[in-house]
């Protein structure tokens, strides 16, 4: 199309009579920035999120004195990751962990996958992606009788570590009078390779777990170290 000033008006030399004047034309450079621009921020918010589940150190907190278990996931300096809420008169576990005390934006799950099994066999799932990222399972009698050890599996359930508590503290726990009052000492083996540790601080009332995870391979998704350490903290601290 072509504006005649003379007549002020646009001609179109396809059908060869006069039109409205045409719509703005976007260049395409602009016509992509929108688009582009959401992707980045879509990015930016997906590498923030994972970025909270790539750290070396956490803290895993109980709240004190609570009708049901309460538990805070934090960093290195103490500022909430997650927030988990175990639910009372459960048939199997479902532990889902949000951003925060609302319980509005959730993160990740853990799940059992059986009903009243003593095995504890849990699903550790991405709830934004609802995929698997690993699987625990207690390993009942020595849990029970000498130490705790939990199997660890890759999203396709083959066995690839463990967490196992330190032997001479977890018979003293078990066996010694006032032993509840000894933490909790466990290290984390991928491929029998040592990776992260996992401690209780001693005290008298309420549950601080230490984690340390530096050495853990980028393979391993950290949020199944947690899941477990969570599991830990629930169950373990209620059979003793």
Not at 44 to 52: F, K, S
Not at 200 to 216: A, S, T
Request: charged share 20%; aromatic share 10%; hydrophobic share 40%.
């Amino acid at each position: 199309m072509m504006f005649w000033e003379k007549n002020q008006k646009w001609w179109c030399k396809t059908c060869k009579q006069y039109r409205l004047a045409p719509p703005a034309i976007v260049p395409a450079q602009q016509a992509v920035q929108q688009p582009s621009a959401q992707i980045a921020a879509h990015q930016e918010a997906h590498a923030a999120l994972t970025g909270i589940w790539a750290q070396n150190n956490y803290k895993i907190r109980k709240k004190v004195l609570a009708l049901t278990n309460q538990y805070w996931i934090q960093d290195s300096q103490e500022r909430t990751l997650g927030y988990a809420k175990q639910k009372a008169f459960r048939l199997k576990e479902d532990i889902r962990i949000f951003t925060d005390e609302t319980m509005k934006n959730e993160l990740f799950k853990i799940q059992q996958q059986q009903v009243l099994d003593i095995t504890m066999t849990c699903a550790v799932v991405d709830s934004r992606l609802n995929q698997v990222l690993g699987y625990v399972k207690r390993k009942v009698l020595s849990s029970m009788w000498s130490r705790s050890e939990w199997e660890i599996f890759d999203r396709f359930n083959t066995l690839i570590g463990g967490i196992y508590e330190n032997k001479s503290s977890g018979a003293m726990r078990r066996w010694m009078p006032g032993g509840s009052l000894v933490p909790i000492k466990t290290q984390l083996t991928l491929n029998n390779y040592p990776v992260a540790d996992i401690n209780q601080q001693f005290k008298m009332v309420g549950d601080v777990w230490d984690i340390n995870c530096v050495q853990v391979p980028p393979y391993f998704d950290r949020r199944v170290l947690l899941g477990c350490a969570l599991l830990m903290g629930m169950i373990e601290r209620q059979q003793r």
